[in-house]
């Protein structure tokens, strides 16, 4: 089974879109396997509007808690808390700020009264699906919680073993925006990284940024270029870029109506209307991506 | 004041109301604004500003350097890593800084004082300024995961102390803890939507982790804004958030964006939608 990231620095390029059109071509020719990476905003299901199969908690990492019957008010806990969590009021009692707390317990080891206790609590609950085109693997935070990246390994592993027992050809991962712990955990295992990007100068900043991230992690890449008449000159340049850096660049996607209508109607947008434009821009990218993955 | 400008959903126009939002207020007379670019994975801010930098400096996080003659390998240090930055394996610890969040808590436990504290860089932190504007960003290294310990580097060292007039902060997109980060430091909050399925379920997402969880004041601005408005706008009503302005979808405002033109330079129109916002902020922080 090969598997796909579908990435794009900047956020709003069309990662979400695409991806789901990939699907539903991919899904004509293979069994497949999907997995929404972007857990802070996982928008793919609103396009394959699958049916919840399974679901499961989601506990994040640690978070302390002083029980105020055993704090004797030392403030060691507010000395040694190198993120601010710990705060000591004027009454002598200290308590932990949750949404601070990184969860690595040195208060808890430092503790004179052994008064904190460390718990993982839930920070999220993730989900199998089933829609039309296969199994999707995605989630949902709570609220303000950290540790995406390991949710995102979370739901790309269930997604891995899914796959492999029904005998899947593809692991499509949509994945977040940026450069950080989640975008790693996405690109992490990729058999190829697919870079979905815009003619702009802030798309083409952090195109390269992501780039690099792949490279980083010995994953490689391939681009296309979203709307890419808003500044056809732009789309020159990356596609320039790509040649020189012997990037694959696998094509353009025209500015089309028709996108934001599926988007609307909650559909892959070539099923929507496989004869438009931008429909038959992304039926060529497929082609060319089914060559070199 | 610290504005923040926030979204859930990525590319719905963070940067673009941040940098008008700063240029505007530096043509209100109140003194030379700050825009600080927290969204350090991506930082474009400084793209549509004819910047000259000022100083740069390297921030990271602090790793435990062993002292290999006074370690005698008992393992505590690795047994009180939540991260397993730390291991044990013949006879000697070895350390995997990639995966160090920077607690110090190996060094605290160290029974022979073997741990001192090193730097792990993983960022760089920018200063900068235009004719009317103060400007620094966060830079968050290439391959490194961490984004929040250069936010909150950024944070501190630009917003020690008081400072008069008006500070927009742009933020990182989604809800987890580098959007947390930043808007945790600001007074109120404009969150930015776009009138799609995806915006609108991405701003109930970041609406819950802004007013909700940290109880800040925020309105909505409605970015590409059209004739579906109409849902976004029933979400707003229903959680009584304002609507404090909309920039409608026109093709015109993303061709001057992508050659790095900020929009109320492009169409000076847009100045009053800026003035007002900087009043609406304004107001609701003192309420």
């Known amino acids: 089974m090969k598997q796909l990231a579908v990435l794009s620095g900047k956020g709003g390029t069309g990662k979400t879109s695409v991806s789901a059109s990939l699907i539903h071509m991919a899904s004509r020719e293979m069994e497949l396997v999907m997995a929404d990476a972007d857990v802070d905003a996982a928008n793919l299901d609103l396009l394959l509007n699958g049916k919840i199969l399974e679901e499961h908690a989601y506990t994040g990492g640690f978070r302390a808690e002083i029980d105020p019957a055993l704090c004797s008010g030392c403030g060691r806990c507010h000395e040694v808390c190198r993120f601010g969590a710990v705060r000591c009021w004027d009454s002598g009692a200290c ?39 296969g199994d999707l693997f995605h989630a949902e935070m709570l609220a303000g919680e950290e540790n995406s990246g390991k949710l995102v390994s979370l739901i790309r592993k269930s997604a891995q073993e899914s796959g492999v027992s029904n005998g899947s050809g593809l692991l499509l991962l949509d994945g977040p925006p940026g450069i950080g712990c989640p975008v790693i955990a996405s690109c992490n295992g990729a058999d190829l990284v697919l870079v979905v990007t815009e003619p702009g100068i802030s798309a083409i900043h952090d195109l390269k940024r992501v780039l690099g991230t792949a490279a980083h992690f010995n994953v490689p890449s391939a681009v296309c270029v979203n709307r890419f008449d808003i500044n056809p000159s732009r ?8 040649n020189d850096s012997g ?35 992304l039926e060529n990218i497929w ?7 | 004041m610290i504005i923040g400008v926030a979204s859930g959903k990525g590319g719905t126009g963070k940067t673009t109301v941040a940098v008008s939002l700063a240029l505007a207020s530096a043509e209100c007379g109140s003194g030379r604004p700050l825009l600080l670019d927290c969204d350090v994975e991506e930082p474009n801010a400084g ?9 740069a400096e390297q921030t990271g ?79 968050l290294n290439v391959g490194e995961s961490m984004p929040v310990p250069v936010i909150s580097s950024l944070l501190a060292s630009c917003l ?8 927009v902060i742009d933020c990182s997109p989604g809800t987890s803890c580098p959007m947390v980060e930043a808007v945790s430091a600001c007074d109120y909050v404009i969150l930015v939507t776009e009138p799609t399925p995806f915006g609108l379920h991405d701003l109930r997402a970041a609406s819950n982790v802004v007013v909700g969880q940290l109880g800040l004041p925020a309105g909505v601005l409605i970015n590409k804004s059209g004739p579906e408005d109409g849902t976004v706008e029933d979400f707003c009503r229903e959680q009584e958030l304002p609507i404090i302005g909309r ?9 001057s964006l992508s050659e790095g033109i900020p929009l109320v330079e492009a169409m000076p129109g847009y100045g009053d939608l800026f003035r007002d916002l900087l009043e609406i902020s304004s107001r609701s922080v003192k309420k």
């Open chain 2, 247 to 255: 920039i409608p979808l026109d093709r015109r405002i993303a061709e």
């Open chain 1, 287 to 293: 082609k060319e991506l089914s060559k070199i993955i």
């Open chain 2, 47 to 55: 793209l549509f500003l004819d910047l000259s930098f000022t100083g």
């Open chain 1, 235 to 242: 789309a020159v340049e990356i596609e320039d870029f790509c």
């Open chain 2, 160 to 167: 020690t102390g008081h400072r008069e007039g008006i500070t």
């Open chain 2, 61 to 139: 996080i602090s790793i435990p350097v062993i002292d290999a003659d006074k370690c005698t390998a008992c393992g505590k240090c690795a047994s009180v890593c939540a991260w397993n930055a730390l291991a044990v394996a013949a006879g000697e610890v070895m350390n995997f800084p990639e995966l160090c969040h920077g607690c110090g808590s190996c060094s605290l436990v160290c029974p022979r004082d073997a741990i001192s504290q090193g730097t792990h860089v993983t960022g760089t932190i920018e200063t900068g300024r235009t004719d009317n504007i103060d400007f620094a960003r966060g830079t």
């Open chain 1, 247 to 281: 990037i694959p660049f696998l094509g353009r996607i025209p500015y089309d109506d028709t996108v934001p209508e599926s988007i609307s109607r909650g559909m892959p947008f070539t099923e929507y209307r496989p004869g438009s434009p931008a429909s038959i821009a």
């Open chain 1, 95 to 133: 308590s932990i700020d949750g949404i601070r707390c990184e969860g690595c317990n040195a208060c808890v080891h430092q503790c004179p009264e052994t008064a904190i206790s460390s718990r993982r609590r839930q920070a999220g609950t993730w989900f199998r699906s089933s829609t039309q085109y």
